[in-house]
């Protein structure tokens, strides 16, 4: 089935992944990173919350990337709180880019402390090892990912703190992936009515098009019956991704289907993690559906540009 807007597809299958297919009894399966393997399956790092409210994270694999995942016997990445105190309250949210430089994968995921939800990265090759960075943005702040490579000979990552502007997505630097610097707002939520206003993140690491980086972010709408997470788009400069060339007014894909709409969060729909390919233009997006199960749904990158280019105002762009 298709959004209004006909750019993202749901897959039919959906919910392709949900706690009752896991090897435990856990209570959600939702917010997953992805990625593309080598020989072209898909690993899915899938956030597996228990039924003490606590997080980890668990890998599931499929050929396709759509049916006939394997579920790993335990998680990948659980919390750590002996070595690891800011994994207290668990690990969330995982967002996956590759990073040719290190031969390795960069998982950037939300480490829940006392003091609040913390950045972390751990770097690994195969999903079942994991080398733990630590923490590299202290509370509050999450929905993190880095950018595939350095740009004038530092890494950039996008991440989300919580700020006097409400929760903003910012950039930052680093020359090593542990230090990290050069703090600048990269794009404010919307104020008032808007679907964006107040709160918006990261949604997926950014897609690399010929027009420059493409951008999902989830903006919450607060209302006397909830939130409601929806996702956005947002272009920025290839060659110096602090600048937005383009941010679409409406927002492109929202709760609809059932899955979506009652769960133990209703009205969610969250991606973390995309894969492209076979060709090029074919995008697809793993989302958690009400904070419960995870859906797939595809769209051509092509369509996402050209809707962008319509329907982005340019009092929207922040600067
Ligand atoms: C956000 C994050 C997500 C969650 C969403 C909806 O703030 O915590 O993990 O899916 O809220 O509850």
């Not at 209570?27 to 020989?39: E, I, L, S």
């Not at 290190?102 to 990265?121: C, D, M, Q």
């Not at 950039?156 to 919580?162: F, S």
């Amino acid at each position: 089935m298709t959004d209004d807007n006909q750019l993202f597809q749901r897959h039919p299958g959906n919910p392709i992944l949900t706690a009752a297919q896991w090897p435990h009894t856990v209570n959600a399966v939702f917010n997953p990173g992805a990625a593309r393997m080598p020989d072209g399956s898909t690993v899915l790092l899938c956030r597996v919350e228990d039924r003490r409210g606590i997080s980890c994270l668990w890998a599931a694999r499929s050929d396709d990337g759509v049916a006939g995942w394997r579920i790993d016997p335990a998680p990948v990445l659980f919390p750590d709180p002996q070595n690891h105190p800011e994994e207290t309250w668990g690990v969330e949210d995982p967002r996956i880019v590759w990073l040719e430089e290190l031969g390795r994968y960069a998982v950037t995921y939300t480490a829940y402390s006392e003091t609040g939800p913390a950045v972390s990265l751990a770097l690994t090759a195969d999903f079942r090892e994991f080398e733990r960075v630590g923490v590299v943005m202290p509370p509050e702040d999450k929905n993190a990912a880095l950018l595939p490579r350095r740009a004038g000979g530092r890494w950039q990552m996008l991440h989300r703190p919580h700020t006097g502007l409400g929760a903003a997505i910012w950039i930052s630097e680093s020359p090593d992936l542990f230090h990290w610097g050069q703090h600048r707002l990269l794009l404010p939520p919307r104020r008032g009515a808007w679907w964006d206003a107040n709160k918006i993140g990261l949604s997926t690491p950014l897609i690399e098009t010929d027009r420059g980086w493409l951008m999902l972010y989830h903006g919450v709408r607060m209302t006397a019956a909830g939130c409601l997470y929806r996702v956005g788009l947002a272009l920025l400069d290839s060659a110096d991704p602090d600048r937005v060339l383009l941010r679409g007014d409406e927002w492109v894909f929202g709760p609809r289907e059932s899955y979506e709409r009652q769960g133990d969060v209703g009205d969610v729909v969250f991606p973390c993690g995309y894969t492209r390919g076979p060709e090029p233009d074919l995008l697809r997006i793993y989302y958690g559906a009400a904070d419960t199960s995870i859906g797939v749904a595809a769209a051509r990158i092509s369509e996402l540009l050209g809707w962008l280019e319509s329907h982005s105002s340019a009092d929207s762009v922040p600067c």
